[in-house]
């Protein structure tokens, strides 16, 4: 495609952002259950679409995971969408309503964005999705996904497209842009035609979204993950959610990169360690942790850890671990290393809790939790369009209420100043 092309094509979608805006609830609700059926119905060609993305590609590579599609993923997708049909809608919310001084009778109502761009790599689910929260909060959607997911992507464009179509809306309420990086240029650069660009994906995609884009951007970003096991944890409880914050499925962005264990408590660090040996953990350790976890955890998966292994998101049945002395010194790892994405501490101490709450700076801070549930659809809004990890607009999981604005409604009675 030209880059008059990409213009005209973001052109239709800004024009259809009003007729979008305009759709009533039971509209919205009956456009996305006709979404959820038409994915469970059209289940094995988006399979097999996803079949030849997932060929392509080294089943060892950490994206693998991310691009994977089957029956249960695709249901549960199809249910997320359902659950968003449902939702409260983020629309006409009035956030402020005063009569001022001057007689104006002022109020502040949520409006849609209007044009969201997304930019992603290796998720089909995100196509989705963003498709649904976007559709249900009155917004178009342009999407660009990766080449590495461009036959699914397609074969979802053309669902989310029939299902528009028999509905009435036009087919550019949700675009999908060729998987060729010319078109993320083209949309970065839409100035005026895109409201706002999201990127969600790696660390590298996120850094050259906001350095290359004249669009403003929302940012969601990498999530390097600790949890501190504090001195008076419960040790079988504490191997549980560290099995689970780490295995539960390793590629994504919640998922647990460093364990930093209290000295105190350190001679138990093998039982915690000994359910992530079932999975093939391999572990990079510091060395008073090679000297207790030495004889009881598999020798070939310990490694010697080097200091570029606190501050990597693994994505992979990798883990750092560290021995700390004290609350103090966790908080000052997670202040160097943490990306302000997920943090958890495992304490029976209710003052450090209050303490680990209070002083990481995250997104998400918890206190005996999985960093898995690090989610949307967990955290009650049916589906997300990202975890953002920037203060300015939205925070965390984002969904229907951060793809909205908002305008002043203004009465007054031919009022001059």
Aim: glycine share 6%.
């Amino acid at each position: 495609m030209t880059s008059s092309s990409y213009s005209e094509l973001f052109a239709h979608a800004k024009s259809v952002a009003g007729h979008v805006a305009r759709l009533s609830e039971p509209a919205r609700l009956a456009l996305l259950d006709q979404l959820a059926a038409a994915i469970r119905s059209e289940a094995e060609a988006i399979l097999s679409a996803n079949r030849a993305d997932l060929a392509r590609m080294d089943p060892a590579d950490p994206k693998y995971d991310r691009l994977l599609l089957n029956p249960a993923r695709l249901a549960a997708i199809s249910a997320d969408i359902e659950r968003v049909a449902r939702l409260a809608s983020p629309l006409g919310v009035t956030l402020d309503e005063r009569t001022v001084a001057n007689g104006l009778r002022l109020k502040r109502i949520s409006v849609p964005i209007g044009v969201v761009g997304m930019v992603y790599e290796s998720r089909p689910n995100v196509t989705l999705d963003v498709a649904a929260l976007c559709l249900k909060s009155g917004n178009v959607a342009v999407l660009k996904g990766g080449s590495d997911a461009a036959d699914t992507n397609a074969a979802l464009a053309k669902v989310i497209g029939d299902v528009l179509e028999r509905n009435g809306v036009d087919r550019g309420a949700v675009t999908m842009l060729p998987p060729e990086r010319e078109a993320t240029q083209a949309l970065l650069t839409a100035v005026g035609l895109v409201d706002v660009v999201i990127p969600r994906g790696s660390q590298a995609l996120i850094d050259a979204v906001r350095r290359e884009s004249r669009v403003p951007v929302i940012e969601t970003g990498a999530g390097i993950v600790h949890v501190f096991v504090d001195a008076s944890a419960e040790v079988a409880a504490s191997a549980r959610v560290v099995f689970n914050a780490k295995t539960r499925r390793v590629g994504v962005c919640n998922a647990l990169d460093c364990l930093l264990v209290h000295a105190s408590i350190f001679k138990s660090l093998p039982e915690i360690m000994a359910p992530l040996a079932s999975e093939q953990v391999i572990l990079y350790v510091d060395e008073p942790s090679m000297r207790v976890l030495s004889g009881s955890y598999p020798a070939e998966l310990l490694q010697p850890a080097s200091p570029e292994h606190y501050g990597t998101e693994f994505l992979s049945y990798k883990m750092a671990v560290r021995q700390v002395d004290s609350l103090d010194e966790a908080l000052d790892h997670i202040r160097r290393h943490g990306s302000g994405h997920s943090e958890s501490i495992l304490t029976s101490d209710e003052a450090n809790a209050e303490r680990f709450l209070s002083e990481v700076d995250a997104a998400a801070v918890y206190v005996n939790a999985s960093t898995a549930f690090t989610d949307g659809g967990e955290f009650g809004m049916g589906a997300e369009i990202g975890i953002s990890t920037q203060k300015l607009h939205a925070r965390g999981p984002m969904g229907l209420a951060a793809l909205t604005s908002s305008k002043w409604i203004v009465r007054g009675d031919y009022s001059v100043r």
